[in-house]
């Protein structure tokens, strides 16, 4: 009896195994899959936060753009871009948003607050529903701030009833947020940060004159991750991470302190 019990469970190990490895998505971005051991698990939430101009936009692009090249219908909702100037920003990193959108696989919903319109969630989440959406990017969290601007509690529920949207959908979702000032050693958490089941730091260490890229994840629930600090690039086709090396400008802050 107690030898068939063993037998069992050894098998559904087995099968969890391969279930996990199987099933994990490509962010789409050179390198950061790596950092994941392999990508993300689908229908997961990822909180992609950062300081401006730090890359938060074109790694949601890549993101989107990798859907869609793979056949899974994706959908990008910018609050601080208009759709013209978001198919342009993505031609100039040779991401070819427009052309799949008119292959009907990329859907960019306009969010602008600037616009002083009605701004109502209810439209993209009938959207995702009828065109069967795998990927999803909100960019930015600052839309939700917007919406929910005297209610912190009311602001927390909106998240929790956007991602629970997306989560009964089965789409990945990718959301960016700003911070105003981001320090890698001395990280200050927010109360939504708890909301997302994973988190990517971007941010720049500054080295003498120069700065460089640098990118952590902070946390990714139910997978195994990489826990350092990678250096990237942002070139002419977008975002490079490079896991197998470390940061120049951190190397040589621990070698000044003698810890090299
Ligand atoms: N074609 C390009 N080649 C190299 N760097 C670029 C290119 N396009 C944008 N960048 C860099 O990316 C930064 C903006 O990235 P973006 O994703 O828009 O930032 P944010 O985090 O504010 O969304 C720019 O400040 C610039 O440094
Ligand atoms: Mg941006």
Known sequence: MKKIIMKKRVQIKKEKTALKIDKLISIGVPGLD??????????????????PGTGKTILALQ???????HGECSMIITAEDTSQSLRAYAASLG????????????????????DGRMISMEA?????????????????????????????????????????????QEATVLVTSERMSL???????????FLFEGMIVVTR???????????TVV???????????????????GIQVFPKEVPFSLVERERKIGKL
């Not at 065109?131 to 969290?141: F, M, N």
């Open 34 to 51: 790596e950092i994941f051991k392999g990508g993300v698990r689908p229908a997961s939430s990822i909180l992609l936060t950062g300081g």
């Open 63 to 69: 993101f989107i753009v990798d859907g869609a090249q």
């Open 95 to 114: 991401l070819p948003l427009a052309e799949l959108e008119k292959k009907g696989l990329i859907i960019i919903v306009e969010q602008k607050i600037s």
């Open 124 to 168: 993209p989440m009938q959207l995702l529903e009828s065109r069967k959406v795998k990927r999803v990017v909100l960019d930015s969290l600052t839309l939700f701030e917007f919406i929910y601007s005297s209610n912190t509690e009311e602001f927390r529920r909106g998240i929790l009833h956007f991602l629970a949207t997306m989560r009964k």
């Open 183 to 193: 320090e890698i050693d001395n990280f200050q958490f927010r109360p939504e940060d």
């Open 205 to 215: 260490i500054r080295k003498a004159a120069s700065y460089e890229r640098v990118l």
């Open 219 to 237: 946390k990714m629930r139910g997978q195994e991750h990489l826990l350092d600090i990678y250096p990237f690039t942002i070139g002419e086709k």
